[in-house]
Nanobody, 111 residues
Framework: QVHLVQSGGGLVQPGGSLRLSCAAS????????MGWYRQGPGKQREFVAL???????VYADDVKGRFTVSGDLAKNTVFLQMNNLKPEDTAVYSC?????WGQGTQVTVSA
């Protein structure tokens, strides 16, 4: 079973940047693909980004060009670099892999 621990997040002004991390531990056969989802206030959880073991990435349309997902295979860690953040990016961000979820991290974008 894989255990995911997230770090990063917090409060940032519009236009600012944050980086989230998601470290996997435990026993697993296939960790990738690893993904990021978010749930904003009063909204349903939505897809943000995904990375495959090949390094191929997929992004939601509203984060393309602003967010970058990357992974460190040796450390079983995936990152989400978020630039040019907007108030509508405010949400709890969660990573997922191998059917498990991280604990969630609050990202608040506000002046």
């Amino acid at each position: 079973q894989v255990h995911l621990v997230q770090s990063g997040g917090g409060l940032v002004q519009p236009g600012g940047s944050l980086r989230l991390s998601c470290a996997a531990s435990g026993s697993f056969v296939a960790l990738y693909p690893m993904g990021w989802y978010r749930q904003g206030p009063g909204k349903q959880r939505e897809f943000v980004a995904l990375i495959h073991s090949s390094g191929n990435t997929v992004y939601a349309d509203d984060v393309k060009g602003r967010f970058t997902v990357s992974g460190d295979l040796a450390k079983n860690t995936v990152f989400l670099q978020m630039n040019n953040l907007k108030p509508e990016d405010t949400a709890v961000y969660s990573c997922t892999a191998s059917g498990e979820w991280g604990q969630g991290t609050q990202v608040t974008v506000s002046a």
